[in-house]
Every structure is written in C-alpha cells, then in structure tokens.
C-alpha cells in the first residue's frame, strides 16, 4: 500500500503461487535495469547493500554477486544462535574462499544482484531444467550461479553487503531446509564436475571436501558404533578426532570474527552427527 503509486515501483502479482523461479523469471523479462536484485520475502538489507553490491558488478565479467547473510532472529532460541554461527561459517569461510579464485558456487537467494544480460541469456536454461523427468522445484540459487558460471562469468562475495534474514527457530522447519539444500548441493555439484577444469584448482579441492568431509565423517561415526557394538570398547580415538577437529574450526572462527560465541557452535557437531548425516544420506 505504501509503494503502489510511487511511480519508481512495479508490482506484479501472480494469480497463484507459481514458486520461486516462475516468479524470478516473469519479474526479470520485465525488468529493464542492468542489474537485478533478489531478496527473499523474509529478508531485510542494510541501506548501502545495493551500492555495495553495484560496485562490484561494476566490471562486466561479473554475472552475479551476494552478500552477508545474517539471522535476523538470531536472539530468539539456541537453534537460531546456531544457525546464525553458521551462515557467518558459510559467508566468510566458504563464500570468501571461493570468490578469491572468482567462483563463488552458490549466490545465495535472500540478497543476490545478477547482470540482467546475462540473465537474459540464461533464463530458458533456468526455466527448463527437469529433475529426473521433471520440471525442477528446488536448488534455484545454486543452479543458477552455476549457469552464469558457465557463461563465463565470475561470481562474487561481498561481506559489507548485509542482509538479516528470518531462519528456522524449530528443528524441524531446520531439518526440513537442510534437507532441500542437501538434495540441491548433490545434484548440481555433478552438473559443476564440468565447470572445473576451467576454474581455479582450488575450486575442484573445494568441491571435493565440501562432499568427501561428510563422508569421511559419516564413515567414521559408523566405525565408531561398531566397535562399541563388536567389542563394547568406546571408541574414544574417534571421538578424540572428532572432537579435536571441531574445536580447531570453532578456535580459529571465534579468532577470525573476534568473538567468543563462536567456541560455542561446537554443539553443531553433535546436531551434524546424529540428525544431519542421517538425514541427508
């Protein structure tokens, strides 16, 4: 109601809910700016994000750009604080590493600004993708930094540009989001094996521990149970490893964001081990 008659707004609604990506790409063939911005429903950005953002698609070889994702209700349970820890994890060891070698693989949704003619070119590919036969409903994000990747574009990560976003405060609204994210990361990663040859190769060593460490972890947790099983001996070198492992990557994120907090995403482990494997295998 507020921005209806500002004549600098367009709003176009669907007759019904026709998902993410119809609506993404109805609102970019009638856009008409260079740059396009997409922020999820339940996201909010700072003031400077879309100049942020802007600067860096300033060179015309990058496609696509993202910023700082936030928890927005970081404050309301032990889950959100969590969570929040790990979109930061996400954004400033992941996304940063990435954008270093000019790749970032995921442009996440709730605050990502695209080059439109580059977009232009994409969105039959982007509308058109089957999932065993089928039209796809999941992994837009991902899918679609990896077709501007394959254009030839680079990616980007820019950690001023931020945005709080609204994330699960219940496990299984969490779980159920996991799970989406899951199935989207295996799949595309198979449609990114091509892509690497041209990219940096640290990219491909990227892409390889982000899937072999979940197995490796998987495997090892397994061993573990069946040696408590077998010789009802605890198995406490895996522990011990597991556990050594976790505190290293906690130590080294409460130094890199200077804030103590982050010893305590060390409880994510215990969440990743008992209800995060087993779902995604």
């Not at 019904?16 to 990506?21: A, D, E, M, S």
């Not at 993404?24 to 008409?32: D, G, K, M």
């Not at 600004?113 to 039209?135: C, H, N, V, W």
Request: net charge positive.
């Amino acid at each position: 109601d507020h921005y209806a008659c500002d004549p600098r707004f367009r709003f176009i609604l669907m007759p019904k809910n026709v998902g993410k990506r119809k609506a993404q790409i109805v609102a970019i063939r009638e856009s008409s700016g260079d740059l396009v911005l997409n922020v999820d429903s339940d996201t909010t950005i700072a003031p400077d994000v879309v100049t942020k953002l802007a600067l860096k698609m300033y060179s015309p070889a990058v496609g696509a750009a993202m910023g700082q994702l936030t928890a927005s209700n970081r404050s309301d349970t032990w889950l959100t604080r969590l969570i929040d820890m790990e979109y930061w994890l996400a954004c400033n060891e992941e996304r940063a590493a990435q954008a270093r070698f000019g790749a970032v693989m995921c442009c996440c949704g709730p605050c990502a600004m695209y080059r439109r003619s580059a977009l232009l070119l994409l969105l039959d590919k982007y509308e058109t993708q089957l999932f065993r036969g089928r039209p796809s409903d999941f992994g837009e994000d991902r899918h679609l930094t990896i077709l501007m990747l394959n254009a030839g574009f680079r990616t980007e990560y820019v950690p001023d540009a931020i945005a709080a976003t609204v994330v699960p405060n219940s496990m299984g609204a969490y779980l159920r989001q996991q799970l989406r994210w899951a199935r989207s990361t295996f799949r595309d990663t198979l449609l990114a094996l091509r892509l690497l040859p041209g990219l940096d190769r640290y990219l491909t060593l990227d892409v390889i521990g982000q899937n072999l460490g979940p197995l490796l972890l998987a495997l090892s947790v397994l061993t573990g149970l069946a040696q408590l099983a077998l010789t009802a001996t605890v198995p406490w070198s895996t522990i011990l490893m597991i556990a050594s492992m976790t505190m290293v990557r906690c130590g080294v994120a409460a130094f890199r964001a200077r804030e103590l907090r982050f010893l305590g995403f060390s409880l994510h482990t215990l969440l990743n081990v008992a209800l995060l494997l087993p779902l995604k295998a």
